[in-house]
């Protein structure tokens, strides 16, 4: 059964990421394009005061849009479409599952949100993620390390107030233990971001020797434009996989279902 399970979820996370590829190919790539714009610009800027030589580009800008941006979200659905199967798995172990059609659909939507928080949203608010042109090449490992540092965290801490709320369920009862939980989650991750350091890149102004501004800084509304729909697409691919996930388990867990209370009729 667990085996049906993760090939389905490996089915969600691959119609997730094609939807979020279209998203992110639809919407973002026009905002990327200005991205570039600016980086291009301000390249010409730098060369012209002698302070910057551009490096060549080992992959075109069309190729990373399409097969690059493709590959990447691809490989990133089906292994979030995986994993997704397998934290199913175990919950649904846990709680015991039911008889009900309904319920391992609405455990599948619950541990979407739940993932799509966990992972994506809490590091996005501490580290959101930048379009080109924001960040310093050297400093690219350094950011992507806390980055991690933070989806770990979150994760880990995630998992914690889902233990913590299970201790104190029959103590408080299943509300104000899930309450507490998600209490304490922000209390702790809270205090993560805060020992975490802060990364900020966005180039300023550039000047002359006589402080001269001879380039703007980056674009506010582009660097906005470009989170939110990062997000957009994450939140594209969370859902689809928590939705068709939980229609085709539904289908599976709710056809054994069936098959078992047969064979206990004609019993």
């Known amino acids: 059964m667990e085996k049906r ?6 089915l969600a996370g691959l119609v997730g990421a094609v939807l979020a590829f279209l998203f992110a190919r639809l919407f973002a790539e026009p905002v990327i394009g200005r991205a570039i714009a600016y980086e291009d610009g301000r390249t010409e800027a730098e060369q012209a005061q002698g302070v910057h030589e551009h490096g060549t580009e080992l992959f075109t800008r069309g190729v990373q849009a399409g ?19 397998v934290l199913f798995c175990v919950a649904y172990g846990r709680v015991g599952g039911s008889a009900e ?17 966990a992972v994506y949203l809490v590091p996005f608010v501490k580290y959101p993620p930048n379009p080109p042109a924001v960040g310093q090449s050297d400093t690219i490992g350094m950011r992507t ?3 991690l540092v933070m989806v770990l965290a979150s994760v880990v801490l995630a998992i914690g107030a889902l233990w913590l709320a299970q201790r104190l369920t029959a103590r408080l009862g299943a509300r ?24 900020d890149e966005t180039p300023e102004p550039l000047r002359d020797a006589s402080g001269v501004i001879i380039y703007p800084g980056f674009p506010a509304d582009v660097l906005y434009e470009f989170r939110m729909l990062s997000l957009g697409t994450q939140l594209v691919l969370w859902a689809t996989i928590g939705l068709v996930f939980s229609t085709l388990a539904g289908r599976l867990l709710g056809g054994r279902a069936e098959s078992g209370r047969a064979s206990s009729i004609a019993a």
Request: charged residues 5%; without cysteine; aromatic residues 10%.
């Open 145 to 147: 390390g806390w980055y």
């Open 67 to 85: 097969v690059g941006l493709g590959f990447g979200v691809l490989i990133f659905g089906v292994a979030m479409g995986a994993l997704f199967a």
């Open 5 to 10: 399970l993760i090939a389905r979820g490996l």
């Open 176 to 199: 104000d233990a899930g309450l507490l939980a998600a209490v304490a989650y922000v209390v702790v991750i809270a205090v993560v971001m805060v020992l975490l350091p802060t990364v």
């Open 101 to 117: 059609n309904t319920a391992p659909r609405l455990l599948s939507v619950q541990l979407a949100a739940g993932a799509f928080v």
